[in-house]
Structure formats: structure tokens, C-alpha cells
């Protein structure tokens, strides 16, 4: 088939309809959390996030969940691929994110000048 045939069938195609979508947060309420929480149903995956006061504390340390998000397995695949992507821009920019908290913590330092002789 000629490149010209490809271009016709091609422009005969009907288009689809393009979705052009407009955000409104003029009611969002902003939120900080240290502390998620991963639950499943067969329909659903389940966000809770809240405010950990006292990450490192050792023993019971009780959270206070403020916002559950409730999302079909298909939106939670499209919000880890969106997540994945902007970390991996971040890390790009300012380098490697370290999770894990003991690999990021540095003894202090101590001041060993020299004695003046």
C-alpha cells in the first residue's frame, strides 16, 4: 500500500474525542502525612494517611489518621506510575532518595584541630 493510501485511510478514520480536563482546587484542603497505611479489597485499594508525631519512638505509638483515600485498582495504577515518575525526575535533579533512616544518619562530628605548637 502506498504511502498517499496510508495518508487518505488515515484522515477518512473518524477521530476520537479528546478529554480536555480542568482541575478546580478552589476547596482543597492541604494536608501533610509521614505515615501511610496500605489496605485491599478486590475492588479497591484503601490510603490512610496520617501524622506519625514520633517516627523513631520505640513501643506503641499511636497515629492519627486524617485522610482515607479510597481508589479502584486501575486509578492505583496510574497514581504509581505518575508517583514513580516524579520521584525518579527528583532523583534525577538532587540525587538518590535514601529510605532507609540508618543509612542516612551521620555521627556528629568532633572538633579535632590540630594542637597550636
Same mark, same amino acid.
Given at each position: $500500500?502506498?504511502?498517499?493510501?496510508?495518508? &487518505? @485511510?488515515?484522515?477518512? @478514520?473518524? =477521530?476520537?474525542?479528546? @478529554?480536555?480536563?480542568?482541575?478546580? #482546587?478552589?476547596?482543597? !484542603?492541604?494536608?501533610? /502525612?509521614?505515615?501511610?497505611?496500605?489496605? %485491599?479489597?478486590?475492588?479497591?485499594?484503601?490510603?490512610?494517611?496520617?501524622?506519625?508525631?514520633?517516627?523513631? /519512638? &520505640?513501643? *506503641?505509638?499511636?497515629? @492519627?489518621? %486524617?485522610?482515607?483515600?479510597? $481508589?479502584? !485498582?486501575? %486509578?492505583? *495504577?496510574?497514581?504509581?506510575?505518575?508517583?514513580?515518575?516524579?520521584?525518579?525526575?527528583?532523583?534525577? =535533579?538532587?540525587?538518590?532518595?535514601?529510605? #532507609?533512616?540508618?543509612?542516612?544518619?551521620? /555521627?556528629?562530628?568532633?572538633?579535632?584541630?590540630?594542637?597550636?605548637?
Amino acid at each position: $500500500m502506498s504511502e498517499a493510501t496510508q495518508e &487518505k @485511510q488515515a484522515a477518512e @478514520q473518524p =477521530t476520537q474525542p479528546t @478529554q480536555e480536563i480542568v482541575v478546580d #482546587d478552589s476547596n482543597v !484542603h492541604a494536608g501533610y /502525612a509521614n505515615f501511610c497505611r496500605v489496605a %485491599s479489597t478486590p475492588e479497591e485499594l484503601i490510603l490512610d494517611l496520617g501524622l506519625n508525631p514520633n517516627p523513631y /519512638a &520505640k513501643g *506503641k505509638v499511636k497515629v @492519627q489518621v %486524617s485522610q482515607r483515600i479510597i $481508589m479502584n !485498582h486501575f %486509578s492505583a *495504577k496510574r497514581l504509581l506510575s505518575a508517583v514513580a515518575t516524579a520521584l525518579n525526575r527528583h532523583e534525577q =535533579t538532587f540525587g538518590k532518595l535514601e529510605t #532507609d533512616v540508618r543509612k542516612r544518619v551521620r /555521627a556528629p562530628e568532633t572538633d579535632q584541630s590540630p594542637s597550636e605548637s
